[in-house]
């Protein structure tokens, strides 16, 4: 009797089970609970204290702060470039560690220090939001709020004295609120020289380290010793003002800054064929280097000469002897209309070995295109003679911060007196009434300086300097500075005035370098941006 008793209570059992599932399944859907009532929504301003200041860490930045941009696109940016971010960052981290380890561990006598797993896991940080300041100095400044609660493994393997002990950290939690400046800009690509980051408050780290399987965080006090110490290391680095520096760009290079002179002497030409149709041609020269916008150097004009002699030196500052031409073109005076070209040809610096005079003959040519059949036809000959000066180091400057210093005044500057540098960098929103062709005009002591004109455009960047020579500092002296508009098409209104300011010199002279913004007097909304600077002997 017991087995049977067992068998049909097995199968009843079986059988309870299945209808109480069965039951319970349509209970669940036929039938709605009556006293489940829903969620509600309530606005942030309108919650008490105790829940507020709970939330208050998790609420993002650009809720708080109307400074912060929200920038969701970014955090989707990094979580879709993440897979592939955490393999670079990872193999550059190695390749950085790599030899701080090797030069540290001789002074605690260990054996050697190894990455057995290097990964930051599958989640990316996020920013929380960004700010963004805007200076009339060469640079972009940004503050983003960066969160990042991820699980990353980093494993490293620890020998010495014989012994082998594996150090994991897990569970890593980073709380930044960086400074990260990109400066100066330049014009060549990514458009920055360099980035300064500095922490703006001390980090929040957070993690879990376990060393032979046993998490050390959970012993009691390491947790909080570990966390200030981080804290406090990190903040005497990176606190501002602080800062990691990361060189981008070579500064020579990216500012087109002078790394050497070319010292030229145009000996004499050869052969030259005439232009003019009664009498011989009247030659000169016009040297200039390529990616240069100062104006070419000029011989003087020998008259009535198809083999004139020159022997005339010049000197061109050089920015990438690399990639630099010297160009050389020879001209036909004319009194009257246009100079006749007679011909022409380059000298590639690589060519030049520095401080080893150099001279070339060159043949005359017609252009430069190797397969131009008119280059066949003889021109005559040019002779010159070439030596690349390098500048060293001190001449040079070396990084952004020494072009922040003003440079001495030129020799033959008067004694007590100087030279006063104006750098027009642009304006905005500037709009005349029946043509708006900016430039500036600039009036010191009578002297008067314009830059270029440019057309049909209300944002003009000029980046025009010019200098004036003073006997004494200006300190009770203004510079005149107005933007102004010409116009060929119309006769009634040829020029029109955009609009003018008078800059007291006065703090130039005590400050050495003045860089701002002025809102120009008669105009709506237009400003120009203009830089000052006081050079002394």
Known sequence: MGFFSTIFGFFGFGV???IGLVVGYFLFIYFQPTDVEDPKITPIVDQDDETLQKMLPEIPNWIKNPDFDRVDWLNKFIELMWPYLDKAICKTAKNIAKPIIEEQIPKYKIDSVEFQTLTLGTLPPTFQGMKVY????????????IKWAGNPNVTIAVKAFGLKATVQVVDLQVFLLPRITLKPLVPSFPCFANIYVALMEKPHVDFGLKLLGADLMSIPGVYRIVQELIKDQVANMYLWPKNLEV??????KAMRRPVGILHVKVLHAMKLKKKDLLGASDPYVKLKLTDDKMPSKKTTVKHKNLNPEWNEEFNLVVKDPETQVLQLNVYDWEQVGKHDKMGMNVITLKEVSPEEPKRFTLDLLKTMDPNDAQNEKSRGQIVVEVTYKPLNEEEMGKGFDETQTIPKAPEGTPAGG????????????????????????????????????????????????????AEEPPTNDKLHVEVVSSSSRTLLHQKESLGYVDINLGDVVSNKRINEKYHLIDSKNGRIQVELQWRTA
């Open 247 to 252: 060189q981008i760009l070579d500064m020579a």
């Open 134 to 145: 805007v200076t009339d100095e060469k640079e972009l400044i940004m503050e983003p709020s």
């Open 16 to 18: 309870g089970i299945s």
């Open 418 to 469: 100087g030279q006063l540098v104006v750098i027009v960098h642009e304006a905005q929103d500037v709009e005349g009434k029946h043509h708006t062709n900016p430039q500036a005009r600039l009036i010191f002591r009578g002297e008067e300086k314009k830059t270029k004109r440019i057309k049909k455009n209300r944002d003009p960047r000029w980046e025009d300097e010019f200098q004036f020579i």
